[in-house]
């Protein structure tokens, strides 16, 4: 049975040491600094155990998100079994109205009874999301109150949006592809023009303007190729490509640049490992991609200097790339290869490296590494 209950929810009665709990200035800091580093998944966590702390609730805080009527809680904290869908239910109703009613009582089949506060994170005159909060005493103080709205109004900022919609992909992936095409003769033109007047007896005062001019040319057209492969799967010359020409073609473009950083590089391929089938070339750039990826991050963090490539399997081969560098923020490995998500190579290497690794069959995810570090792991079917 639910009881909803609007009106004031005053403190009449309660303890002084209780009207005095009021949000932590410190435990506030460390949500908005999560919110400014991009850590979403932590700044959520932190929101609801601050609401929890607050409230004093006997239960996780949690919410419920407008966009998609998803009840959510971070790392799976469960509700009890005294929160069924009818608070669900109400919780729809409230977003669908465009206002949350303040409290619900909710009875449970054994007669104990559980007060639930509402705060709503408004967004253009409706609730983006609704924190929900147990209150043990059934009230909130005005500090209380106070300090969950707050923390409501964080939401929007902090919770991972619902997926894309298929139509919705495409329609993006549409626009890329025009756009990118739009961007490849004007840049085919900046670097024609810069290599032929570096051919052409340029003086030495205009040379380094010049090779300025056709190395930035060069790196948005890279760009620009990754924006085309985004939008549309690229077509594979599909042979048998042994794993061990793989890893040497990625490093033959990629091992200077390990030298030139003081980076150890170890390979180990298993004996007997069968080849894969797919695109050579494409199969390459991912690896080299990687290995980059891997530079920069072992470059980036003292003390770090070595970088590992293993492959090995019979029906599938499974290769991976170690390093030993920072690792990556947990909140971020389930969405590493979404595009635009980090800016190196405009925020789109990893996400094309997925699609790649998809078009062969195969499938490409990160792991951090117990001792420090992250492995990047591809999978793919093998030539039998």
């Not at 506060?117 to 967004?123: F, I, N, S």
């Not at 560098?325 to 947990?330: R, S, T």
Request: hydrophobic share 45%; proline share 8%; charged share 20%.
């Amino acid at each position: 049975m639910v009881g909803i209950v609007t009106g004031s929810s005053g403190a009449s009665g309660r303890p002084r040491r209780r009207m005095r709990r009021a949000i932590s200035p410190w435990r506030l800091e460390r949500i908005c600094d999560a919110l400014a580093r991009g850590r979403s998944e932590e700044a959520v966590r932190l929101i609801l155990a601050e609401a929890t702390r607050l409230a004093r609730a006997p239960f996780p805080a949690a919410i419920y998100r407008a966009s998609d009527g998803v009840l959510w809680a971070p790392s799976g904290q469960g509700m009890p079994a005294v929160l069924p869908g009818e608070i669900v239910g109400a919780l729809r109703g409230a977003a669908a109205r465009g206002a949350a009613p303040e409290r619900l009582l909710v009875v449970a089949p054994d007669g104990q009874a559980v007060s639930w506060a509402l705060v709503p994170a408004a967004r253009a005159g409706s609730p983006a999301a609704i924190l929900v909060v147990a209150l043990p005493g059934g009230l909130l103080t005005c500090a209380q109150r106070r300090g969950l709205q707050l923390l409501a109004g964080l939401l929007p900022a902090a919770l991972p949006q619902p997926p894309t919609p298929p139509e919705e992909d495409e329609a993006l992936k549409r626009v890329v592809a025009g756009v990118a095409h739009e961007l490849n003769n004007p840049l085919a033109i900046i670097s024609g023009y810069a290599q032929v007047l570096l051919s052409g007896g340029a003086t030495a005062e205009l040379r380094p303007d010049l090779e300025r001019i056709d190395r930035a040319a060069r790196r948005v057209a890279q760009v620009v190729r990754d924006l085309l492969a985004f939008a549309r799967e690229q077509p594979i010359a599909a042979t048998a490509v042994p794993v061990e020409d793989l890893v040497r073609d990625a490093l033959a473009s990629e091992q200077a640049a390990l030298a030139a950083s003081g980076i150890g590089l170890l390979v180990e391929v298993s004996p007997g490992v069968p080849p894969v089938r797919g695109d050579r070339l494409q199969l390459t750039r991912v690896l080299v991609h990687l290995i980059t990826y891997a530079r920069r991050a072992i470059v980036g963090h003292p003390g770090a200097s070595r970088l590992t490539i293993r492959a090995g399997g019979t029906d599938h081969v499974h290769l991976s790339l170690s390093d030993d560098g920072p690792g990556i923020a947990p909140e971020l490995l389930d969405r590493l290869f979404e595009p635009f998500l980090t800016p190196q190579e405009g925020g789109l290497g990893l996400a094309v490296c997925r699609s790649i690794v998809r078009a062969h069959g195969g499938r490409i995810w990160a792991t951090n590494n117990p001792a420090g570090g992250s492995t990047f792991h591809i999978e793919l079917p093998a030539v039998l």
